[in-house]
DNA sequence: ATACCAGTTGGAGCGCGCTCCAAGTCAAAC
DNA sequence: GTTTGACTTGGAGCGCGCTCCAACTGGTAT
C-alpha cells in the first residue's frame, strides 16, 4: 500500500504520515523499487493504536519514545508495560475529572434552568454567572 | 486586588491575566486611580469556571462568545444555558471515550504482562506491538 | 517519446495558547 | 525629590502539531 491509500484508510493526510515517519511515531515504512513508501497491515494496526494514544492526551515525545522501545524488540515490553500502565492510570483519572466537571455544568445547568423558569430570585445569578453584581456595569 | 494578588490567587501569569483580558475571555477588570486593574471575589468565581470550561477543552473562542453574552445580561441565560448544555454532553462524551479507551489500554497491558510471565506465544505480539512481523526488519 | 501524476525531500509557514519584552507610568518608601 | 518596583501598553516570539510548498523523480498510459 502506498502512502495516498494509507493515508485514506488511516484519515491522515499523506504530509502528516510524512511528518509522523520523520519525527519517528512511526517505524520507517518500506520502500517499493522507486523509493516510494509502502505499508503493511502492520503499519495500520500501529496507525490505530498511535490513535488511541494520541487521541487520549499522550505527547508526540513519550510516543516517540514507546516507538523506539518498540523497535528494539521485545526485550522492551517490561518497559512498555510500565508506560501503558502510567498511561492508563492517567486517563483513568482525566475520566474521573470529568465526571466532577458534569458535576458543576449540571449544578451551573440546573441554575440557570430555575432561572429561566422564573423560580429563581434575581441574584441568585451573582454567584459567577453575571457580571453586573457589583460596582459600575464594566460594559 | 491587583494582578499580582491575582495572579497568585488564580495560578495564572500576569501575562496570561492581561492576555486574557485583551482577547475577551475575562471581563475587563476595573481600574483604579493609577490605571491598574482591580480584580474582586467575582472574578476569582469567573476563572474557576472559566478553567473548567477550559479544563474540558472549549475552545477560546466559545468561551469568548460566553463571556460576551453574560456581559450581554441575564436576558442571554437561555443562549448560555444552551451552550452550557452543549458543552456538558461533549464532556460526557469524552469520558465515554475514555472509558472505551481503558478498555484497549487494559486488553493490551494483559498481553504484555502475559508475555512478561511467559505464558504467551512469541507471536501473541504480531498484533500491533513488535515491527519485525513481515518483511525485512526496518531499522 | 511525452505527458502525467503520485510520489520523494527539506524546509517554510500556520493556528493556538500563551509568554516574554521594551518602553513608559505611577504610588509608596526613603 | 529620587529611587524602587509593581504595574501599564502594544507587539514580537515560542512550542506544539501539523500543513503546505517548491523542486524533483520514477513508473504508467498514450
Known amino acids: 500500500m502506498r502512502i495516498g491509500a494509507f493515508s485514506r484508510r488511516t484519515g491522515l ?4 504520515l510524512r511528518y509522523y515517519e520523520r519525527i519517528g511515531l512511526v517505524p520507517r515504512a518500506g520502500r517499493d523499487a522507486g ?3 509502502d505499508y503493511g497491515e502492520d503499519h495500520l494496526r500501529w496507525m490505530e ?3 488511541v494514544l494520541k487521541s487520549t492526551g499522550m505527547r508526540i515525545e513519550e510516543m516517540r519514545r514507546y516507538v523506539a522501545l518498540r523497535a528494539d524488540g521485545p526485550e522492551t ?5 510500565a508506560m501503558l500502565r502510567t498511561h492508563r492510570e492517567r486517563v483513568a483519572a482525566e475520566r474521573a475529572r470529568l465526571l466532577e466537571v458534569e458535576t458543576v455544568l449540571d449544578a451551573k445547568i440546573a441554575l440557570f434552568q430555575s432561572v429561566t423558569d422564573g423560580s429563581a430570585s434575581p441574584n441568585a445569578l451573582t454567584c459567577a454567572s453575571t457580571t453586573s453584581g457589583h460596582k459600575e456595569s464594566r460594559t
Chains 1, 2 share one sequence.
Open 35 to 37: 523509493g516510494r513508501r
Open 13 to 16: 493526510s499523506a504530509d502528516t
Open 49 to 51: 493504536f498511535l490513535d
Open 77 to 81: 515490553v517490561p518497559d512498555r508495560l
